[in-house]
């Protein structure tokens, strides 16, 4: 490494070196311990904000419970808290939220898999270097965009193939968020399936395998772990996504699976409620946080279980 | 390091097609990627390209669709943006800096790492509810652009955190230990050394994260941005509304005027994306190839 090659290492100013015993050096201690304080104190505001979500969420949401039972919120099966008779089962919005997560990854599942098996093992570099910026940009486009494109663009194709469907339907839902999930699945799958060692894919040739068989048999296999956890965290994302799915799947809490219908997911309904003008501490206000604590639990549940499977991927070859 | 360095591909009559049709597959799936971007950047395009001019930035919201402009949301979400940049970035960096650079590498790092990287998957909504919850309650700052911007501030933090750890990172220890070998203290040395050395990184990061906050809506219905706001946000405590939900809005109206009006707002929000984009795209190529070790 050549000197003038180096990072400029340049000294720092007059407090370069300890020089006789001026002010600075000698209150150097202390202005280094005041930054490391509060360099510390930045570190700890993001353990701060997770327990301020919980708290918050758990603060609203137990007073919930005192005028709601957890059982009817679990087990109802119909949610009309804005209406009278005011019914708190939480089901439909679940049942809204699981037919567009899953229509999601129906979507982008193969898609995305697909796409990351080719650019990483087919594609020539050139190639992927033209794709990879462009699904960049796919992952870029903000949600309420995506929403957009639902009502305008994909709601008209799927009733004119389907009349029967709605103006709003869960599966213009589906077929936007699957868009907007399959950056996620592509980047990620396609790290694990590039960090699978040349030596696994060069030994399975040596043995005659072509490259068909090299690529389903050997480099997916290896990589089916860390392949599934970039599905858990892309639907999870798909369980938090919002704008899209406030926008085309409409506001009508239902049990149904059936994918034309009007349904409403669980972040649908809390942008519905902070719209109107709901008065803080009534049982509606607080419907927000109850739901707000169930979509916080079952994405955290996934995302840590993604987690746990992605760290365990990096041990196996080493 | 694709399989094609190795270039042993064979083509053995055994499972030929097979191969044959794998491959297309896989070809037919990044295509469809592709094309799904150009058809709904082209619709959008379409549809809102007659609608957009000087005018229509410059015009008040409207219940008249061919009145109506976006000026007070592109000054709330430029006021959103400049808060958000102003809380988050010192918050975001300090925190990398600690965690890179300060913190012992014990339990309680890896805890903090953890909850970081968590943090970076909570749905943004979630975030909304706790700004609705402390901000706007607790603190009584009401449905105010200082709210809206706090609650920004804690959807993109987990980013610039982790993409700043990332950069911190990349700079080799030897930089650090000449500093030290001269005398610096551990501030001196982050301050004169890593810091420059790591900020093209940086600085991508924090313009990513930024972007994702300018696109981002959800969080602050839940705050309570409003429908429509008359006037452009003066102080910290003026309502607000912004270019994300004022498409919202007008996506929301059945009619079709307002469908054109969200277009072009949409064509509005994605050039300040692409420029912001390209500006991280410049400031990598420009200064990251500076400091070679």
Excluded at chain 1, 29 to 46: D, K, Q, R, T
Excluded at chain 2, 179 to 200: E, F, K, N
Aim: overall charge positive.
């Amino acid at each position: 490494m050549e000197l003038s090659e180096a990072a400029a290492i340049k000294l720092p100013r007059s407090t370069s070196l300890e020089r006789g015993d001026g002010l600075l050096v000698r209150l150097r201690p202390v202005y280094e311990g005041l930054i490391h304080f509060s360099l510390f104190v930045c570190a700890s505001i993001s353990v701060l904000v997770t327990v301020g979500i919980v708290v918050v969420l758990l603060y609203e949401s137990v007073q919930f419970f005192f005028d709601v039972s957890i059982i009817e919120f679990l087990t109802g099966t119909r949610w009309a808290p804005l209406l009278k008779p005011q019914h708190f089962g939480i089901l439909p919005l679940m049942c809204g939220t699981i037919l567009v997560a899953g229509g999601a990854a129906f979507v982008a599942v193969p898609i995305g898999l697909g796409t990351a098996i080719y650019l990483s093992e087919y594609a020539s570099p050139r190639f992927r270097d033209v794709v990879k910026p462009m699904l960049e940009i796919l992952a870029g486009i903000p949600s309420v965009v995506y929403g957009y494109l639902a009502v305008v663009f994909v709601s008209p194709i799927i009733r004119y193939v389907f009349p029967s469907a709605g103006v709003f339907n869960a599966a213009s839902a589906c077929i936007v968020v699957g868009i907007m999930i399959l950056p996620m699945i592509i980047s990620l799958s396609e790290d694990i399936l590039q960090s699978v060692p040349l030596s696994l894919r060069g030994a399975a040739f040596a043995l005659g395998a072509n490259k068909f068989e090299v690529t389903v048999r050997v480099v997916v296999p290896a990589a089916l772990s860390g392949i599934i956890a970039s599905f858990l965290l892309a639907i999870s994302r798909a369980i938090g996504e919002t704008m899209a799915v406030t926008l085309a799947a409409g506001a009508t809490p239902k049990l149904t699976l059936n994918p034309l219908e009007s349904i409403q997911t669980m972040t649908a309904y809390i942008v519905q409620v902070s719209q109107g003008d709901t008065p803080t501490g009534t049982v509606e206000y607080r419907t927000i946080f109850a739901v707000g604590l169930t979509l916080f639990i079952s994405t955290m549940t996934m995302n840590i279980l993604a987690q746990y499977i992605l760290s365990r991927v990096g041990e196996k070859y080493e | 390091m694709s399989s094609n360095k190795l270039d042993l591909y064979t083509t053995k009559p055994r499972g030929r097609i097979s191969n044959f049709l794998f491959t297309s597959l896989c070809f037919l799936a990044t295509m469809t990627c592709v094309l799904m971007l150009l058809v709904l950047i082209w619709n959008i395009i379409i549809q809102g390209k007659g609608w957009l001019s000087w005018d229509f930035i410059e015009r008040l919201p409207s219940r008249f669709p061919h009145k109506a402009g976006i000026k007070t949301a592109l000054y709330g979400s430029i006021w959103l943006i400049g808060l958000t940049a102003l809380f988050s970035v010192p918050l975001g960096v300090g925190a990398a800096v600690y965690l890179e650079e300060y913190a012992p590498k014990n339990r309680w790092r890896k805890l903090i790492q953890l909850n970081i990287s968590n943090l970076a998957g909570v749905p943004s909504i979630v975030y909304g509810i706790l700004g609705l919850g402390l901000f706007v309650r607790a603190l009584a700052f009401d449905r105010s652009v200082l709210s809206g911007a706090l609650t920004l501030t804690l959807v993109v933090l987990p980013i610039i955190i982790l993409a700043s750890q990332e950069a911190l990172r990349s700079v080799p220890d030897s930089i650090r230990r000449s500093a030290y070998a001269l005398g610096a203290t551990r501030w001196q040395t982050v301050w004169y050394q890593v810091l420059p050395a790591s900020l093209p990184g940086i600085m991508t990061g924090v313009i990513l994260a930024l972007s994702r906050a300018l696109g981002e809506a959800a969080p602050l219905i839940v705050v309570g941005a409003m429908a429509y706001v008359p006037f452009v946000p003066e102080s910290l405590s003026d309502e607000f509304t912004s270019l994300p939900i004022q498409i919202f809005n007008w996506t929301a109206r059945p009619q079709e005027e307002f469908h054109h009006l969200a277009a072009a707002g949409i064509l509005v929000l994605l050039i300040l994306l692409v420029s912001m984009n390209a500006i991280a795209v410049f400031v990598r190529h420009k200064y990251g190839k500076k400091i070679r070790w």
